[in-house]
């Protein structure tokens, strides 16, 4: 079954330290996206790729740093200069030559700063 | 800058119809999409409107009207299991294509 995976689905943090989430898809999809989630908001774009080893900022891209050297995978670090970063993560990827404009969503990753 | 303004809750009660509607200010406007989103899920597309009119799907149909940047959607035969939040988001040159996403609705159906 094609999809998009993200590990893990809950993350624990101490304050001051670095985390990565991870993102997988088979989808052969060449743009991959990760967004920002906070109660009863809507989603925030971190960063985005739109091609192997290229990457650009999106809105709120301080205090994170993504690569992506694989076409299947966008891994998302969390650095300890993020000074908010208890929030829901979403991983999206979508075929660039599709002319609808449809993004396939991970299932997410909780990350919570104790 | 862009921006959009969609109700925060609507209530409903199984088997009615209702209407979330959706209006926007972008520069370049692209196109408007509709997302589902059930409690601690992931969000799912539902419709994108790049031109003006009524596109349906099922019992789900999304309406565009570029002129007064507005869309709206529509459920209809509301099932409990429509329950969830709907975010609409558009494409705008100034995005770079990118997706912003309203603050999203969520839709309770009560029995």
């Known amino acids: 079954d094609g999809g998009i995976t993200q590990s893990p689905k809950y993350l624990f943090r101490k304050e001051g330290q670095n985390v990565t989430l991870s993102c997988e898809q088979n989808?052969?999809?060449?743009?991959m996206y990760w967004y920002r989630q906070d109660p009863g908001q809507g989603l925030r774009l971190i960063y985005y790729?739109?091609?192997?080893?290229?990457?650009q900022k999106g809105d709120i891209a301080e205090g994170y740093s993504v690569s992506r050297e694989k076409k299947e995978s966008f891994p998302l670090t969390v650095t300890s200069a993020q000074k908010n970063p208890t929030a829901f993560y979403l991983c999206?990827?979508?075929?660039?030559?599709?002319?609808?404009?449809?993004?396939?969503f991970g299932p997410g990753t909780r990350l919570t700063v104790l | 800058g862009q921006s959009l303004e969609q109700p925060s809750e609507v209530t409903a009660v199984e088997g009615a119809i209702v209407q979330i509607n959706c209006t926007y200010q972008?520069?370049?406007?692209?196109?408007l999409s509709w997302y589902q989103q059930h409690d601690g899920g992931a969000p799912t597309f539902l419709s994108y409107?790049?031109?003006?009119g009524l596109e349906e799907t099922g019992r789900f149909s999304s309406f565009l009207s570029r002129s007064d940047s507005y869309g709206y959607l529509l459920l209809q035969e509301l099932q409990m299991k429509d329950s969830a939040s709907y975010f609409c988001?558009?494409?705008?040159?100034?995005?770079?294509?990118?997706?912003?996403f309203g603050k999203g609705t969520k839709l309770s159906v009560k029995p």
């Open positions: 999206a990827s979508s075929n660039l030559a599709g002319s609808t404009d449809t993004q396939y």
């Open positions: 989808l052969n999809h060449d743009a």
């Open positions: 988001a558009v494409r705008d040159w100034r995005s770079q294509g990118n997706l912003i």
């Open positions: 790729s739109q091609i192997v080893n290229d990457f």
């Open positions: 972008t520069s370049g406007f692209y196109g």
């Open positions: 409107n790049a031109l003006d």
